[in-house]
């Protein structure tokens, strides 16, 4: 039986939406969605989860950014459709990324998560 790892789709964007419902389709994830503004319960629920996927556009919030002083092993990625513009939070760098690039990069970073966070890298969809 594989591992499920969590992930949580802070937002209400057609973007995250979309990428969320093919997230679901895959059995090793277990996704959440979560609409801000709610800092208490997107603490509560990124506590032990490994992805974060949430709009610049639509999120002005530290509570994203302080997730990361709880939680090291946080894979943060931010995605502004109307800018074609995904930022990731890791120690990894990455190279342009199309949406089926970042399905891909999601699934590779749920199966290992031995990145260290802290650095944020600019990627476009």
Known sequence: ??????????GNSLILESIGASLRRLS??????LNPPLPEALK????NSDILLFDIEMTRDEAVFSLLETN??????GISSDVNLVKIWSGRQERELSTKSLLELIKREASDLSFASGSAETHSL
């Open 44 to 47: 509560r629920g990124a506590a």
């Open 72 to 77: 090291p092993r946080l894979l943060l990625i």
């Open 1 to 10: 039986m594989k591992a499920t790892k969590q992930i949580i789709l802070y």
């Open 28 to 33: 090793q994830f277990e996704v959440k969605t």
